[in-house]
């Protein structure tokens, strides 16, 4: 009599677990990345009243099987559906992440302080010190840190021990200027422009030093002799180089040597049948060089000047000529740079984080880590959104594995939503009403068959 009460007793218990199992699971509905949990009922040990015996042959008879009568029901194990991913979320925030698994199931891997963890919530933010962390705690998030080739300058991932992300370090905040190397000369010369026989048309040409410096040479436009412009014969000259004070350099003795040796008078040709460009200084050729290098502590380089894109036509009287850095309007090669500052940042699918800078760069800062075990269900839940690793889940081996390696991926401005099912869970909340019911009665029933032995007596 009392070992049904007991198994009662069992089932209370049991059904109160998985009733807190469900309350937790609905309670994190719309908690980021949060994987739902599931309990597994147990049977307890069987109390054998009597043995199993096999057949007799000498009498004939059969066996007899044993008698056993079971102790009730003990919470076997508690799931966690950590492999199912919940919905995405857009929120547009760059520094949200959602992990999409291809083959395997990946976890971001952050940092407490004394010890790596493991994340699905992808929700992260830049703290003041410019480390990338976990906006529910503060967890710094960690990754790969770039190496630079002291030979090319290319910026590369060196995949080592996992540190902290600091995107936002003071390396980080400015990117390198380039120093002029190419301009070009487009536009139209009109031969009645005023300016042509009046001292001369202006051009000016913007170009940058190494160090980020941006100079301004002028060039003036003349016909190469009296009448000239009606063949197409136009000279070009050097009168002025200023700089960001508004200073000549050739007058305060910034650039060694005179106008000429830095760029030398120079005659451009165009086909009076046609207007199109026929030539600078000698046929064939299309560029000229402005003579930079070493003329002020090697802050120059040389610049080659492409004349080939101009041409003279009719416009009014008005000329459009001008000089531009790079090679085209669509091609920026040689163009220089300014020092730039950042002014954005970006998260590419493989977890590569991007800065880009006001003077045009876009450099590769670090890259996110992902992490994979081998039985990721083995993770121990920790709390805050986080997990650790266990004998069961497999280690990891510190330096952890790139994304996209099966297939999988790392989208910017979306997160991992619950993959909590509130059909499943009110399902499962009402057998589990029942069954703590049922158990209930079993006890009340047990209870009233023991009030009719006590009763045997009066």
């Known amino acids: 009599m009392?070992?049904?009460?007991?198994?009662?007793?069992?089932?209370?218990?049991?059904?109160?677990?998985?009733?807190d199992v469900i309350?937790?699971?609905?309670?994190?509905?719309?908690?980021?990345?949060?994987?739902?949990?599931?309990?597994?009922?147990?049977?307890?040990?069987?109390?054998?009243?009597?043995?199993?015996?096999?057949?007799?042959?000498?009498?004939?008879?059969?066996?007899?099987?044993?008698?056993?009568?079971?102790?009730g029901v003990t919470t076997g194990a508690t799931n966690v559906s950590i492999t199912s991913s919940g919905a995405a979320q857009t929120t547009g925030n760059a520094f949200d992440i959602r992990l999409t698994d291809a083959n395997s199931t990946n976890f971001f891997v952050v940092n407490n302080g004394s010890e790596n963890l493991f994340t699905r919530a992808g929700s992260f933010y830049v703290d003041g010190s410019g480390n990338l962390c976990m906006t529910s705690t503060g967890y710094t998030v960690m990754g790969w840190q770039v190496q630079t080739d002291p030979m090319t300058g290319e910026r590369t991932i060196k995949k080592d021990t996992v540190s902290a992300l600091k995107v936002m370090s003071a390396d980080n905040m400015t990117s390198a200027p380039e120093e002029t190397t190419k301009a070009y000369v487009a536009g139209i010369l009109d031969k009645n422009t005023a300016d042509l026989t009046n001292g001369g048309l202006t051009m000016t040409l913007n170009f940058t030093d190494k160090l980020g410096y941006t100079y301004t040479a002028k060039f003036?436009?003349?016909p190469?002799?009296?009448?000239?412009?009606?063949?197409?014969d136009y000279t070009v000259s050097l009168t002025d180089i200023i700089d960001q004070n508004n200073e000549s350099c050739f007058a305060n003795g910034k650039i060694t040597g005179n106008k000429t040796a830095v760029f030398a008078d120079t005659k451009l040709k165009f086909n009076p049948d046609n207007g199109t460009f026929d030539y600078v200084n000698a046929a064939g050729t299309n560029s000229v060089t402005m003579n930079l290098a070493g003329t002020w502590n090697d802050q120059f380089s040389d610049i080659t000047v492409d004349f080939s894109a101009c041409k003279m036509d009719n416009n009014n009287k008005q000329s459009t000529i001008s000089a531009k850095p790079g090679t085209s309007s669509q091609d920026t090669?040689?163009?220089?740079?300014?020092l730039g500052a950042l002014t954005g940042l970006s998260v590419d699918t493989s977890g590569k984080i991007w800065g880009?800078?006001?003077?045009?760069?876009?450099?590769?800062?670090?890259?996110?880590?992902?992490?994979?075990f081998a039985n990721a269900s083995g993770l121990e839940k920790v709390g805050e959104n986080?997990?650790?690793?266990?004998?069961?889940?497999?280690?990891?081996?510190?330096?952890?594995?790139?994304?996209?390696?099966?297939?999988?991926k790392m989208t910017s401005g979306q997160l991992e939503m619950s993959n909590v099912d509130l059909s499943t869970e009110f399902t499962d909340m009402i057998t589990t009403q029942r069954g703590f019911q049922a158990n209930s009665r079993i006890i009340t029933t047990s209870d009233t068959l023991l009030e009719e032995l006590v009763n045997l007596k009066r």
């Open 333 to 338: 090669t040689g163009k220089g740079k300014k």
């Open 224 to 232: 190469t002799s009296a009448g000239s412009q009606e063949k197409g």
């Open 386 to 408: 986080c997990y650790t690793t266990t004998l069961n889940s497999g280690d990891f081996d510190g330096i952890g594995t790139e994304i996209t390696a099966d297939g999988s």
């Open 356 to 372: 880009t800078y006001d003077n045009g760069n876009t450099e590769l800062l670090c890259q996110i880590a992902s992490a994979q």
């Open 23 to 71: 309350g937790n699971n609905i309670a994190n509905v719309n908690t980021v990345a949060f994987k739902s949990s599931a309990v597994t009922f147990s049977e307890i040990m069987y109390q054998t009243i009597s043995s199993a015996s096999g057949a007799n042959e000498a009498t004939g008879t059969g066996g007899i099987n044993a008698k056993q009568i079971g102790l």
């Open 2 to 19: 009392m070992r049904s009460m007991y198994s009662a007793v069992s089932g209370l218990k049991t059904h109160q677990t998985k009733m």
């Open 220 to 222: 003036n436009i003349v």
